[in-house]
Every structure is written in structure tokens, then in C-alpha cells.
């Protein structure tokens, strides 16, 4: 009752949630700063992972973390060399071998 | 039986690390264990006021460690006669005066004497936390629902864990129930959420913690205090037994009501 009076009356926002957002975006940038080897690691991976799809350049052109006032993000640029025909728009199966139907990419 | 080794940290100063160690070390000495307690903060030494030992000082954690005195001449019984001895952290030396090494040997060999050896860390990540952490088995991080203690206690959990303390646990000091309730402090999902560790215990703010400390008595000697029975639950969590940590709530008794109403308020909580 009290909070609700004090809410009707102030409509102050509860400031905790503020903490926890900065807290989360400042933790986050923090682990980044720290990740060091990871990323070079992660790198190599998703290069291995994408080369299951598709035949891409030998390496990244760009791979790396970008921060803004209120997010970070990560900004990756890789060449695609050659697509294979599976690999249609709306094609949601997870297995690149199998092949959709000609023209089904856009119902 | 061989005793383990537990360090107390928090990356940030002033969150209560020294205040946790000196109860959860009477704690387990009041369950009937033998406990050895170590102030680690080479020249800030703090423990001994905290336990009120302060005036029984002769020799410290370096001479023992440079042979200066024997190992049971260098520890300080507590003044409440428990199975509990300090050895206290020189004032006037470098933290560099000692290594890791030299901890970690120590620790070994109180280990064969004690049922548990608890480690006050200093503050900040250098010289004097890698010595305090190096004879550990275990850890407990300390901090207060604010946003540059858990900050820091981020840091050194990753620190903690990369010395191969896995899962250190955490103890949320100074909880203040009402600013929880009504949404102005972080609560004990918050915290545990964004640090992603196990949760060992919240303490709440308390006036009987500070009355205590004046008189050099750790507050869980202290049967009214509610951060007392906070921190014995947090011990009889530390020696194996499952208590569940219930959530802070003001108290909401009748004489509470009539003060809240006058405009008295004080610091007094209860658990729901």
C-alpha cells in the first residue's frame, strides 16, 4: 500500500533496475576486455563453421568487438567466394546437405 | 583428519571481508571446531580490532614465516576461550615481504593442526591477494548489493577461478530489506544472476553488527543480532549443513508499524 502511494504519488522509477542494467553492460565490457585468447579461438571456430556452409576467404576481414553506450557488439566481414544451390533464403532445416524445393524460398 | 584452507575476498575494500572472516571463523570454533583465522593484509592490519585482540599482539604472520618464532608462539587465542587463534598481520612490512610459495606452506602445515585455516585477503587484485588465495582450497566473496562492489567481485572471481578455486561462494553483505522491497537495491536473483555463483548467505545492515564491533566481539556471540544468526547460518552452511536462506523482509510488528507511522525508523528486520 505504501509503495503503491508512494508510486501513485511519485511515479519514481525503482533505481535498481537502472544497477542492474549498468551493471550488466559494464560486467559484460569487463569480460570482453579480459576474453583475450578466447577470441582468437572463437575466430578459428566460426571460420570452421562457416566453411561448413559455404567457401569463404581465407580469413576475416573483420572480427571484432564494437561497444556502444548501451550494447556491444560483435562485427564480423568475411568474403563469400561460392555459395552452394542449397543454401535458398528460407531454408530453416539445419542440414545444409539436403535440398529444398526449386522456388520454395519465397512462400 | 587434515583441516582445509578457505579465503575470504572481494576485490573492493570496505564490503565486510574482514568482519566475515573474524564471524565465520568464531562460528566454526563455536560448532566445536578448531580454527585458525590469518590476517593476510600486510601493513593494514585489521583483524586483531575486529576480534579484539589488538592489545595481545607480540609476534605476526611474517615472523613465523622468517622462523622469528615458533608457530604456537605467533598465534593469538581468542579472549572467549574457543578452540579460535589469530595470527595477525604485521603493521610496518611491504606485502612483497612474503611470496605465495611461503603462504601456501604455511597453510599445509596449519592444515594438519586445524580443522579449518580461514584467509583474510586484502583488498585489490596485486601482490597481496595472489599470496592470500595461494594456500586456498576454497573461496568466499564477499560483497554489498551495489554496483562497483559486484563489479569488482566479477573480477576476482574470474581470478579466483583461473587459480583453480572453483565455485567460489558468495555472501551479499549489508542488505537492506526495505530499499530491497520497495525496489532501490538489487536483491539476492539480481546478484546472483549477473555473477552466475553459488549463493552462500545475505547479511543484513545491521546497528547490533557495529555496537559489536566497537567492542571488539564479533556479532554472532551476539544472540539478538539479526546479522549474527545470518552469519551462523552461513557457517552451518560452510561445515555441510542445508539451510535455506530466507529472504530479508522488514519486520512488520505492531510497535514497527507505530514507529514507521511517527517517523521512527530503525534498522530493525526480521526474516520472513
Same mark, same amino acid.
Given at each position: 500500500? &505504501? ?16 544497477? &542492474?542494467?549498468?551493471? =550488466? ?5 569487463? =569480460? ?19 566453411? &561448413? ?31 552452394? &544451390? ?22 | ?5 578457505? $579465503?575470504?575476498?572481494?576485490?573492493? +575494500?570496505?564490503? +565486510? ?21 590469518? %590476517? ?16 595481545? #599482539?607480540?609476534? %605476526? ?71 592470500? #588465495?595461494? +594456500? ?47 525496489? %532501490?537495491?538489487? %536483491? ?8 552466475? $555463483? ?11 553488527? #557495529? ?7 564479533? $556479532? ?14 552461513? $557457517? ?17 510488528? #505492531? ?11 530503525? +534498522? ?5
Amino acid at each position: 500500500m &505504501r509503495d503503491f502511494l508512494r508510486w501513485v504519488l511519485t511515479h519514481k522509477d525503482q533505481t535498481k533496475e537502472a544497477a &542492474r542494467d549498468r551493471l =550488466r553492460l559494464a560486467l559484460l565490457k569487463d =569480460r570482453i576486455d579480459l576474453s583475450g585468447g578466447s577470441m582468437e579461438s572463437l575466430r578459428k571456430d566460426v571460420l570452421t563453421v562457416l566453411s &561448413r556452409y559455404m567457401v569463404v576467404g581465407n580469413d576475416f576481414q573483420e572480427f571484432d568487438i564494437h561497444r556502444s553506450d548501451d550494447a556491444v557488439y560483435l562485427v564480423s566481414n568475411i568474403k563469400v567466394e561460392e555459395l552452394p &544451390r542449397w543454401a535458398t533464403l528460407n531454408d530453416k532445416t539445419s542440414d545444409p546437405t539436403t535440398t529444398s524445393k526449386p522456388g520454395a524460398w519465397w512462400k | 583428519m587434515m583441516g582445509k584452507t578457505i $579465503v575470504v575476498t572481494s576485490g573492493k +575494500g570496505g564490503v +565486510g571481508k574482514t568482519t566475515a572472516t573474524a564471524n565465520i571463523g568464531t562460528g566454526l570454533a563455536m560448532r566445536g571446531h578448531n580454527v585458525v583465522v590469518i %590476517d593476510s593484509d600486510i601493513g593494514l592490519r585489521n583483524l586483531d580490532v575486529v576480534m579484539g585482540l589488538e592489545n595481545r #599482539i607480540v609476534y %605476526d604472520l611474517v615472523d613465523i614465516i622468517e622462523g622469528r618464532c615458533k608457530l604456537n608462539q605467533g598465534m593469538i587465542r581468542d579472549k572467549h576461550k574457543l578452540d579460535l587463534y589469530l595470527i595477525p598481520a604485521p603493521q610496518t612490512r611491504d606485502k612483497d615481504c612474503i611470496d605465495p610459495e611461503q603462504l601456501r606452506e604455511l597453510c599445509q602445515k596449519l592444515e594438519e593442526q586445524f580443522d579449518y585455516v580461514i584467509v583474510d585477503c586484502p583488498a585489490g587484485i596485486e601482490q597481496g591477494f595472489k599470496n592470500a #588465495i595461494a +594456500g586456498a582450497q576454497e573461496a568466499i566473496m564477499v560483497t554489498t548489493p551495489e554496483v562497483s562492489a559486484i563489479r569488482d567481485a566479477d573480477r576476482v572471481i574470474g581470478l579466483v577461478e583461473a587459480a583453480e578455486l572453483h565455485r567460489p561462494k558468495l555472501i551479499i553483505n549489508r542488505v537492506n530489506s526495505a530499499m530491497v522491497k520497495r525496489g %532501490d537495491m538489487m %536483491d539476492k536473483d539480481d546478484i546472483v544472476e549477473l555473477l552466475a $555463483v553459488d549463493i552462500l548467505g545475505m547479511v543484513p545492515v545491521d546497528d547490533r553488527l #557495529i555496537t559489536a564491533t566497537n567492542q571488539g566481539i564479533p $556479532v554472532i556471540h551476539d544472540p539478538k543480532a539479526l546479522s549474527g544468526a545470518a552469519f551462523s547460518r552461513i $557457517v552451518a552452511r560452510i561445515d555441510g549443513e542445508e539451510v535455506a536462506i530466507p529472504d530479508l523482509e522488514p519486520r512488520t510488528g #505492531i510497535m514497527d508499524k507505530v514507529k514507521e507511522i511517527m517517523g521512527i525508523k530503525g +534498522g530493525s528486520y526480521t526474516h520472513a
